[in-house]
């Protein structure tokens, strides 16, 4: 199982990004998919996390900017940013949670650096 993450870069203050998580397999396969992030000194963050059933959560950083959302056809994630401030830089994460199928097992993609500077 692979998760290829992409759509980072570097954005000035205000500007948007979309992030996207593609799984090597059908994402109804995970019972939940995540976007961490972690910035250069500090411990990876939740941003925000998608259930197989929809169900969909922000972290207070996230809230109002930020949404997920998933295309099950093209197995994929997406998060879209907007309103992005310097404090958002950091690296990207997906992860997924494996369903009882996968043996509840988590996964994680590489890495994707977003940058929010003037």
């Known amino acids: 199982v692979q998760l290829q993450a992409s759509g980072g870069g570097l954005v000035q203050p205000g500007g948007s990004l979309r992030l996207s998580c593609t799984a090597s397999i059908s994402i109804f396969d995970f019972s939940a998919m995540y976007w961490y992030r972690q910035a250069p000194g500090k411990q990876r963050e939740l941003v925000a996390d998608?259930?197989?059933?929809?169900?969909?959560f922000y972290t207070d950083s996230a809230k109002g900017r930020f949404t997920i959302s998933r295309d099950n056809d093209k197995n994929t994630v997406y998060l879209q940013m907007s309103s992005l401030k310097p404090e958002d830089t950091a690296v990207y994460y997906c992860n997924a949670l494996g369903s009882s199928r996968l043996g509840r097992r988590s996964y994680w993609g590489q890495g994707t650096q977003v940058t929010v500077s003037s």
């Open positions: 998608i259930t197989s059933g929809g169900t969909i």
